[in-house]
């Protein structure tokens, strides 16, 4: 007994040591999806559903096919009904966050860019998550799902202190069955890849989001004159010397192309969402997490 109480204190002090390195080099970015987190007041923790755990939640009267040993007995003396006692469902799933690192997320036409708020969104709705009673992890990453301070610290300094992929897709990495998804992009890959990698993500009967990141200049175009423009990687450029005189065209394309991404998630029964970075980011948390809660009422 001695050298297992040794073994675990070590253990603790190991993990405690972890934690402390990780707090002590946290990014700005996790004080900023803190702060984001707490200005949504949850009105309901994790999802709440009819199963097996330790925790009532509700009565129901008897039916044909209910154990017996489900009847509590003490309740249904004070009636004319035999009562069952619900239990909360407690197993919970666990949600798997993918933030695009690809060049094209690095852009920005005011003091944020698209790779900014979409790392800020995944940490926000991973802390909220978290408080909710759910498991958490950076798809990719070697850290199994967990429900705890460590595990959005880890992916707080993931995301903020180094990218975890500058890939655009996620990976052909293993998903656990029933498991969540939350894909943050800009998604300018093609649609073919993107529906390849969705349906490859449903095989473990995955759900999914895809959270569409937009910069307000990628939708409105306010470009006039003589414009240059050249790619994020650098290896492109094209001058336009009317810019106004394609603005209508692009506009069109983009909306069409958006509208094509919505119909692909719905068709392959994901959610899909579009957030601009010059709206305030917390109408977007609060609409992402009361999604992933079922639509559990929040207020902001």
Known sequence: MIGFAARSSNRMAHLSDSAESLAAALPALMVRAERLASSVTLGMHGRRKAGIGQTFWQYHHYRPGDPSTSIDWRQSAKGQHLYVREREWEAAQSVWLWRDGSP???FGSGTETKLDRASLLALALGVLLVRGGERIALYGEKDP???SRLAYRRIGFALGERAPSDEALPPDAPLPRNAQFVWFSDFLSPLEEIEHTIRRLTRSNAGGRL???IDPAEED???SGRTRFEAVTGTQTRVLGRAEAVADEYRARFKAHSET????????GWNYTSHRIDRPAQTALVA???DLSGGHRMVG
Do not use: C, E, G
């Not at 919505?262 to 068709?267: C, D, S």
């Open 221 to 223: 175009f306010p470009y």
């Open 211 to 213: 959270v569409h990141i």
């Open 261 to 268: 991404l919505a119909l692909l998630a719905r068709k392959l």
């Open 288 to 290: 992402l997490f009361a």
């Open 104 to 106: 094209s997320m690095r």
């Open 145 to 147: 799902p967990a429900n």
